[in-house]
Structure formats: C-alpha cells, structure tokens
C-alpha cells in the first residue's frame, strides 16, 4: 500500500473539512459520503442521446460523470444543458476529460469558446503540464472570468415619449386610447434581462425594437444596467456531517441540504497514465505536485496511478483511470484491451495504491446491464475504500 499519509486514513467527511481544503473539493468530498460512491463514470459515447440515456441510467451510482464532449457528435448547449439537469437531479459533478497541453492563450479560448465553450458547464477539467506552470496560471484566469460573467446579469429597458404632435393631442381618440396602451406596453413592459452569453446579440434586438417603435415614436431612450451577484463559494452543509447523529439521516435529506455544488472550477494535473508505455516519468509526476502546491484554490489534485499526497499539508484528490472488474466468476484474470491500456481493481486502485476516486469507462458503458454493473463498481470501490480508513464513518 502507498505511504500512510494522513488522507489514507482520514474519511472523505474529515478531509472534507481541513482547512486546505477548496469549496469544491469539499463539496465533491460531502457528495461522495453521503452516496457512498467513489465512482465516477467515464461516458465515451458518440451522440447525446445516449450520453444522456446512459447518464440518466447510471447517475445515482457515481460522485463524479467524465465525459469527451468533442467525440459526441451531434453536441450542442442543449447536450450541455441536459447533463447539468442530471447532475442536479442525480447529485454528481462533471469532468470534462479535455487533457489541455498547449499554451496559455490558445487553452484559454479552448476552454471558454468555440463550440464546446467547457468553462461554462462543467465543474472540473484536466490538464498536462508539458507547457509547464503557465497552462495552470492561463487556465485560472479563464474561470476566474467565466465565474464572474455568471456573477453579472445585465438588463435592458427600452422606452419611448411621444413626439410634441402627438403628446399634444394631434390625434383622434381612438389612436390616443391605443398609443396609450401601445406606450404602457413600452415603457413598463419592455424589460429584458439578458444572460452575458446572450449579450453579444443586444444590437439585433434593439434594431428590431426600434422598428417596432417608430409607428408611433420618434424618440427612444434605452438603459443598461449592470448587477453583481455574490455566489456562495464555500458551501458549509448545515448540519455539519460530523455528528454522530447526522447518520440518522435519510440520503435523501442530506443531499438535499448538501445542495448544488459552488459555481466554482477546478483543475486536476496529469501526472500519470494508466496506459503501457506512457513518458509521464516520476519526475514529471513529482514536477506536477510542486506546481499543484503552488495553486492549491484552483489545481484539486491529479490524474494518477497512486496517492501522490507526501508533504503533512497535502489534500489532494487523485483519480484513477483504467478500473475494471474481471468478469463473474473470473477474478484474478489480468485485464487490458490490446491497445496498452492495462486495468486494476476498485481493491488495488483505492486500498492498495491509496487513490480516491475510480474511473470507469467500458466496464459499464459495455455491459449488459448497466445499472447492476455500476452498483457492482460502486460497492467494490466503497469496500476498498473502508477498509482503508479501517471502518471510520463516511
């Protein structure tokens, strides 16, 4: 088993509330005591149908959805939009397996524009450091902007005044009684608010505003305003979940008081490869941890084979691809798919090699039945993962 450093043998609950640990860490942490899961589904599927078919199906079984939106062929907002009804319906989190390893400018726009625009939906992504420290830096400015453009809600309103003709009376009755209503339409019914996202087309809709204005008006103000929410980032569940008492607790309830997680964005390092032959050495796994150190609110811990936590203030969170369980009534066959992928168990991921989350992919995205197969996962990681703390709660 790796080194007993201290996360080895503290609770997800207890790591979840050290001082070093960021808000969405501990609330990703909360999240996987209380489903007891230390699963997370990779989805490598092609078309969002079955993306969301398959999440839909397995969701309640994982902490965590791993997906490659560029190999979904058909992606769209609507794709991204209905994973993040899952993941609030279902209460996981999502990856976006997106391996960044270019430089800083380029991973930016990668991460927050074109057609996949990641920042915006997805609470982790992952990056190699090949490009050294400044990918780190480059991608926390983007979120950190993404996060503010969230924070920020702008409102349009378009009003009118009549011109002196017609504010005099120059018209019949008739046309008073309908610029009157046409006028309290405009000005008090007339107030869009807009999403920063939706910002970019203001010119259009105000063109179209416009023409619709000038039967009647010859005069057109419009404001804008601009209003800054405080998102709440460091969710603190209440009650706290180390009481004995909150145990008594149904699932259901705690996650409820568990809530959404922060609308905040994290970034694991990759630091090892579960395929044969990678060139991720031992160096550049330890050059991977000093830089993790370094940006400890925004890098959550690693892509590893191992626990990679060794300094008494460490807290970081490493999962761990390539998990696969031998098919029933074959344990202890040795697993890989001919194409240098080599698999472990939930036992060796988690008990042995000190990890926190397994990532499981093909194990259950090609099995008969799904939803057993991820309970099947789900269990045998939990196991391991109890056996490891030696029966702590959560």
Request: hydrophobic share 35%.
């Given at each position: ?64 959805l791993k997906t490659h939106c560029d190999i979904v062929t058909d992606w ?319």
């Amino acid at each position: 088993m790796a080194a007993r450093h201290a996360t080895l043998t503290l609770s997800y609950r207890e790591r979840a509330s050290l001082p070093s640990t960021g808000p969405l860490a501990s609330y990703l942490l909360r999240l996987i005591s209380i489903k007891k899961t230390n699963l997370c589904l990779s989805a490598d599927v092609e078309t969002s149908a079955e993306l969301i078919a398959l999440v839909d199906e397995v969701g309640d079984s994982i902490c965590v959805l791993k997906t490659h939106c560029d190999i979904v062929t058909d992606w769209t907002d609507r794709t991204a939009a209905a994973l993040r009804s899952l993941a609030r319906k279902k209460y996981f989190v999502i990856f976006e397996d997106r391996k960044f390893a270019d430089i800083g400018g380029t991973v930016q726009k990668q991460y927050t524009s074109g057609h996949h625009r990641i920042a915006a939906w997805a609470e982790i992504t992952n990056a190699h450091m090949l490009p050294g420290p400044a990918i780190v830096t480059a991608l926390h400015q983007a979120a950190t902007q993404t996060i503010e453009k969230y924070n920020t809600t702008v409102h349009t309103e378009i009003s009118a005044s009549p011109p002196p003709s017609v504010a005099n009376g120059g018209d019949d009755d008739d046309d008073d009684d309908e610029e009157d209503a046409d006028h309290h339409n405009r000005t008090h019914g007339d107030v869009a608010v807009e999403s920063p996202d939706e910002v970019a087309g203001e010119e259009r809709r105000l063109s179209n505003a416009q023409k619709a204005l000038d039967r009647k008006f010859s005069v057109v103000s419009i404001s804008t305003t601009i209003s800054t929410r405080t998102e709440s980032i460091s969710p603190r569940p209440t009650p706290d979940f180390h009481p004995d008492d909150a145990f008594a607790l149904d699932t259901p309830t705690l996650l409820a008081r568990l809530g959404e997680p922060p609308f905040l964005r994290s970034l694991l390092l990759l630091a090892e490869m579960s395929s044969e032959g990678h060139l991720l050495t031992p160096e550049y796994a330890r050059s991977c941890v000093s830089i993790a150190r370094q940006n400890p609110e925004f890098v959550m811990g690693f892509i590893a084979q191992h626990s990679l936590n060794s300094e008494p203030e460490d807290n970081f969170l490493t999962m761990t691809p390539g998990c696969q369980l031998p098919p029933r009534g074959q344990e202890g066959k040795k697993l890989g798919d001919g194409l240098g992928q080599q698999y472990n168990t939930p036992r060796s991921i988690v008990y042995e090699k000190g990890c926190d989350v397994i990532i499981v992919g093909r194990g259950i995205v090609n099995a008969q039945n799904r939803k057993a197969e991820a309970e099947r996962y789900r269990a045998e990681g939990w196991k391991a993962y109890e056996e490891r703390i030696g029966g702590k709660k959560g």
